[in-house]
């Protein structure tokens, strides 16, 4: 059955250090891989998407970014963190298919703290 | 923004009731989902319903859509405590393609008092 991990599962970091957070995907091949960020009480945001090795969409621009070194690895980075990146934030996978569509897969999230 | 709302965004109910909550969207869609989001973990996939389709059932659960009026709604039965959680909304967004790019509700708060 396929899994998808994710860590650390919190963290807080002062205004200005460096991020990585890392989700894994076992069991399936070739997986979109997507990143959420969800504000207190809000909704998800889409921030990047990733439909192989090396290949990453960003939806909104911002301080972070996103890389896929290996098939079923997708990390979320920045260099200087700032307030605003404080949030929730989720991974998640889904089958690469066509227009129908299907269901994301979510890692149990990543609460990120900037002071 | 193409983010779909939901309402209401808080709901209060006794176990045993039934709990709907509603969803309007923007964009033409391929399909809807809604998912469930226990407080401070991941989101799980409820039920997925096609532009095609207009009632959905899974167990519990109830959906409906109408893409005329571009909004759907969700009905839990017979509720338990353990319903309590945050209940999300998802389109497509009507594209095509590999990805599968979901533009999630603002959630409906469900409380289920025991």
């Known amino acids: 059955s396929q899994t998808i991990h994710q860590w650390p599962a919190t963290l807080v970091q002062p205004v200005g250090s460096p991020l990585s957070l890392e989700c894994t995907v076992e069991?399936?091949?070739?997986?979109?891989l997507y990143w959420y960020r969800q504000a207190a009480g809000r909704g998800l945001q889409l921030l990047f998407y990733?439909?192989?090795?090396?290949?990453i969409s960003s939806e909104v621009p911002q301080n972070l970014s996103a890389s896929r070194p290996q098939d079923r690895q997708f990390i979320l980075s920045s260099k200087k963190l700032l307030l605003s990146d404080s949030g929730f934030y989720l991974c998640?996978?889904?089958?690469?298919?066509?227009?129908?569509?299907?269901?994301?897969?979510f890692g149990e999230g990543s609460r990120l703290t900037v002071l | 923004s193409q983010q779909g709302e939901e309402d209401p965004q808080a709901l209060s109910i006794q176990e045993g009731e039934n709990a709907t909550m509603n969803c309007s969207y923007k964009t033409s869609i391929n399909n809807l989902q809604w998912y469930r989001q226990n407080s401070g973990r991941g989101l799980v996939h409820l039920i997925l319903?096609?532009?095609?389709?207009r009632e959905k059932h899974s167990g519990r659960l109830r959906v409906t859509l109408d893409t005329s009026k571009k909004s759907s709604s969700l009905l839990i039965t017979a509720s338990r405590a353990a319903d309590t959680a945050s209940y999300f909304c998802?389109?497509?967004?009507?594209?095509?393609?590999?990805?599968?790019?979901?533009?999630f509700g603002t959630g409906t708060l469900l409380a289920v008092q025991p």
């Open positions: 990733s439909v192989g090795i090396g290949q």
């Open positions: 319903i096609r532009s095609n389709e």
């Open positions: 069991g399936t091949s070739n997986p979109n």
């Open positions: 998640a996978w889904s089958v690469r298919q066509g227009a129908r569509g299907g269901e994301l897969f």
């Open positions: 998802a389109t497509d967004g009507g594209g095509g393609g590999a990805t599968n790019k979901l533009i």
